[in-house]
């Protein structure tokens, strides 16, 4: 148990940074009758990019952290604690491990690691949990709302599914350690 916990907690602090890191948060959403597509644009948490006819990739940092919206300034730092977070989780899940001994009289001899590891994996997966689960429901409210222009309606990036897959392993992991 001890182990597949630290397998799924490794897993989502990878997935954790990928999700940080990728620019596929919001994907450019192709409605209406048009089949010729020349241009895909990835909005993400650090930067914007444009793919033109899947060839050629430009990417372009945001200028200025005072210019971006409250949400996503938020977001940003959820998602950096959570990193921070995720590899100090791992850390003490893999100290945990190591020095967790069981004797005759002491059955439940389980490190302190341990728990401190389950906690902070728990604490991780709702950290990533916030900004990817209030990013996806306000892209599917803008999706559907008539008042948005189509050309600014966008879908579901594969950052949100990643973060969302580590969201759900960080849980796991966390469980499993506070479980035992």
Not at 114 to 142: E, H, K, M, N, Y
Request: hydrophobic share 55%; proline share 5%; aromatic share 12%.
């Amino acid at each position: 148990l001890q182990i597949t916990g630290l397998i799924f907690g490794g897993v989502g602090m990878v997935g954790t940074l990928a999700a940080t890191v990728m620019p596929q948060w919001r994907v450019s959403a192709y409605i209406d009758g048009n089949i010729v597509v020349f241009e895909t644009i990835w909005e993400g948490l650090w930067m914007d990019c444009i793919s033109q006819l899947g060839l050629r990739l430009q990417c372009k940092f945001y200028d200025s952290v005072l210019a971006l919206p409250p949400p996503l300034e938020a977001f940003r730092a959820l998602m950096c604690i959570a990193v921070v977070l995720a590899v100090l989780s791992f850390l003490m899940a893999i100290v945990g491990v190591k020095y967790t001994h069981r004797t005759k009289e002491d059955p439940q001899g389980a490190s302190i690691f341990i728990l401190a590891a389950g906690l902070a994996f728990l604490l991780t997966g709702t950290l990533v949990l916030i900004p990817v689960s209030w990013t996806g429901g306000s892209i599917i409210r803008d999706f559907y709302d008539p008042e948005v222009p189509v050309p600014l309606k966008r879908e579901l990036g594969a950052a949100l599914f990643v973060g969302w897959a580590s969201t759900a392993l960080l849980l796991a992991a966390g469980a499993m350690y506070c479980h035992f």
